[in-house]
């Protein structure tokens, strides 16, 4: 599959995927970085990576708290939003989590909001894992925030409409294969669209195997922003805090 191909290459980039996505709640996402930069011991001497940055909000806030960030993100779009931003301890770029970026660079790489799980293949997140394992430093540290897939496909299918302003999204949930699928369907400027999210039903099972082969050793997993630890029946998130070897 080329680039230009992938469901999330196409769908990051349209500005429906943007209103429908509106209400993030940023006083969350500040206040979980916040709580993660003091348990990670972040410096103003380290360097970050937001890994699959979208719009830069956490790269943003990070950079507010006086680190050095890069964030990087295959939508176009969002690069270019988030470059408004830009200063001297703050970079974007548009770049594939697949392929090498800057070789052990970085002391802590973050990759928050399941922005894992995209791809086709396990041979595709082996890549992206060892990517990461590639460009931080030894000893550095890599987050990944996932959704707690235990909840996620107790409550599957659902069915539910999303409001916005502008319209409405009929959005559909259900497990297919390996995938969590999300099915959104809109109309806008007098068409009909239909969009498929489809992430990685990946267990903590998994993601500990794959850590593994890349040499990754897991530290803590928490279970939501406040970093409680996780709980595979009540927790909404798998948040992985784990270590270089």
Not at 68 to 91: C, P, R, Y
Not at 107 to 118: D, E, Q, R
Not at 147 to 170: A, C, G, H, Q
Request: proline residues 1%; charged residues 30%.
């Amino acid at each position: 599959m080329q680039k230009g191909e992938e469901w999330f290459d196409q769908w990051f980039n349209t500005p429906y995927y943007h209103i429908l996505y509106q209400n993030r709640d940023f006083k969350e996402a500040e206040t979980f970085v916040k709580k993660l930069s003091n348990h990670l011991n972040i410096s103003n001497v380290d360097k970050v990576l937001d890994l699959a940055c979208g719009k830069g909000r956490h790269a943003i806030f990070l950079n507010k708290l006086g680190f050095n960030v890069e964030g990087i993100d295959l939508s176009t779009e969002s690069i270019q939003h988030a470059k408004q931003f830009e200063n001297e301890k703050l970079k974007f770029s548009t770049h594939d989590m697949r392929e090498l970026y800057k070789k052990e660079e970085f002391t802590f790489i973050l990759n928050l909001f399941t922005s894992f799980g995209y791809f086709e293949t396990e041979e595709e997140d082996l890549l992206a894992l060892k990517m990461i394992a590639n460009s931080l430093k030894h000893n550095g540290y890599f987050v990944l925030d996932y959704f707690n897939t235990y909840k996620v496909i107790n409550s599957l299918p659902e069915k539910l409409v999303i409001k916005r302003p502008e319209m409405d999204f009929n959005v559909h949930k259900y497990l297919k294969n390996r995938h969590v699928m999300k099915e959104i369907a809109f109309s806008a400027d007098g068409k009909d669209y239909l969009f498929t999210e489809r992430v990685e039903a990946l267990k903590n099972k998994d993601f500990l195997k794959l850590f593994e082969s890349v040499n990754l050793k897991v530290i803590n997993t928490f279970g939501d922003y406040n970093l409680n630890l996780f709980d595979r029946e009540k927790s909404d998130r798998m948040i992985f805090v784990v270590q270089k070897q």
